[in-house]
């Protein structure tokens, strides 16, 4: 990511930079009127509810140069914290069965069995020497 990249209008928020809180972005979406009608606790409470639970463990977000165009994968792991309605909620939202789902794993599976002999192969020809 390049500079040029983090300070595009797409990331910045108009009252978002040093010392401001992470939720400025979401109150800043909010219709004007709708902002105006806020009482100062509700636009807190609004915040606290949007602000990010915290860090996870492993969080790995990359984007794939395709000849066709860019991919973003995303990778997030840690200590589940979701209730269990929260994740019957997601699961329903996101299903696991998709088509997109299936052909990347089927993609990886084949990257796997493809590049797993070469790397053999490989690996055996420059132990011999």
Same mark, same amino acid.
Request: aromatic fraction near 4%; include cysteine.
């Given at each position: ?14 009252? *978002?930079?040093?010392?401001? &809180? ?6 800043? @979406?909010?219709? /004007?009127?709708? %902002?105006?009608? $806020? ?34 994968? *995303?990778?997030?792991?840690? &200590? ?6 929260? @994740?019957?909620? /997601?699961?329903? %939202?996101?299903? $696991? ?33």
């Amino acid at each position: 990511m390049t500079a040029q990249d983090l300070t595009s209008p797409d990331l910045a928020a108009p009252h *978002s930079g040093p010392g401001t &809180r992470h939720d400025t972005t979401l109150l800043d @979406r909010l219709p /004007e009127n709708i %902002r105006a009608g $806020l009482t100062p606790e509700q636009a807190a409470a609004i915040g606290d509810c949007a602000a990010p639970a915290g860090r996870h463990p492993v969080d790995v977000r990359v984007t794939v140069p395709f000849p066709c165009r860019p991919v973003f994968l *995303s990778v997030v792991a840690g &200590r589940e914290r979701r209730s269990p309605r929260r @994740r019957a909620v /997601e699961r329903r %939202r996101h299903p $696991l069965h998709t088509a997109g789902n299936l052909v990347f794993l089927g993609s990886g599976l084949v990257g796997i069995y493809v590049l797993g002999p070469i790397a053999f192969l490989a690996a055996g020809s420059v132990l011999q020497f």
